[in-house]
């Protein structure tokens, strides 16, 4: 039997409370023992100002760090240390939040230092062979580095997917993206100017499941708080979201009362926790915003730890 390996937590702050450098985070308070790596809620509440955030596991050398920009928000993933400590980088304490939201366990791996995978062609879809660095990987984590000055497309999608959404990425405004891979654990991946980065940083194995064609979840209605397309037996939906502009988008679990409600800098990836009966509520300021959900971890799995849940 599958085992679950993708368990959301209720939302607490862990922002650094110091900017401009590498900061231990210790989650130890908060994830069980064996975990192996955190999902991440990054929102910059600046009315004006971009700045730099970066994220790291403990004992990482490597040392990206990029701008997020102002009042946008994004998900991440990354790896902690047998002490459930990551390192993060905020360029400002007070205009950064980051909520620990979930954690994963065996089943899903993080690299201490990450691959770089990118891409030495622009202008088409291209594989991304990762089977050395994550053998019998279902799905691949890569932290996403854009152009410090330019707006250029970029992509993901599942090997033999015909899916084909590209939208802009600068920066730091998609800092982990998760997608799934094939049977040789490919992925295929697009970029319009070399300097749109990937860097595998984590895989799975186990407890989820990759659609190869994304299933679209969007919303017609805008400006309210509504439930997408349940998604069955999951306890944690992995979106794609598309924007047109950066307009306003939020993701929550069924029944929160969240209200995490900021730009949609164009193509962030979100990890959002599933309510009851595989619902996850979406809120869109225009019908440019889409959502596309390319996997999903699986609540049926076990085994399931009794602790750090209320």
């Not at 409370?17 to 989650?27: K, L, P, R």
């Not at 997608?179 to 654990?185: L, R, S």
């Not at 988008?249 to 599933?274: Q, T």
């Amino acid at each position: 039997m599958s085992r679950r390996t993708f368990f959301p937590v209720n939302a607490i702050e862990v922002t650094p409370g110091t900017a401009n450098d590498w900061i231990d985070v210790d989650v130890s308070a908060y994830v069980p023992a064996g975990a192996t790596g955190v999902i991440l809620h990054f929102v910059n509440t600046a009315g004006a100002y971009n700045h730099a955030t970066g994220l790291r596991k403990k004992g990482s050398t490597d040392a990206r760090t990029a701008e997020l920009d102002y009042l946008s928000h994004c998900w991440a993933a990354i790896g902690i240390d047998a002490n459930r400590i990551f390192q993060a980088y905020v360029a400002d304490k007070d205009d950064i939040d980051i909520y620990l939201v979930g954690y994963t366990t065996s089943g899903v791996t993080f690299f201490t230092n990450a691959y770089d995978k990118s891409l030495l062609t622009t202008g088409s879809w291209q594989e991304i062979d990762c089977s050395t660095e994550a053998p019998n990987a279902i799905g691949l984590i890569f932290e996403m580095v854009g152009d410090p000055v330019n707006e250029y497309y970029v992509g993901l999608r599942k090997n033999g997917s015909t899916d084909d959404r590209k939208e802009s990425n600068w920066g730091h405004n998609t800092i982990t993206a998760i997608i799934g891979c094939d049977g040789a654990q490919k992925c295929q991946g697009y970029i319009a100017d070399l300097d749109q980065d990937f860097f595998l940083v984590g895989y799975i194995t186990d407890g989820c499941i990759f659609n190869t064609n994304a299933t679209e979840i969007s919303l017609s209605t805008t400006a309210s708080w509504l439930d997408l397309a349940a998604i069955q037996d999951a306890v944690m939906g992995f979106i794609e979201v598309h924007s047109s502009y950066n307009y306003n988008y939020g993701l929550r679990k069924n029944g929160s009362n969240e209200d995490i409600y900021k730009y949609a800098y164009y193509h962030p990836w979100a990890f959002v926790e599933c309510g009851a009966n595989g619902i996850i509520e979406g809120k869109i300021e225009d019908a440019g915003v889409d959502f596309f959900l390319v996997g999903y971890a699986n609540a049926r799995a076990g085994p399931f730890p009794t602790h750090f849940r209320t």
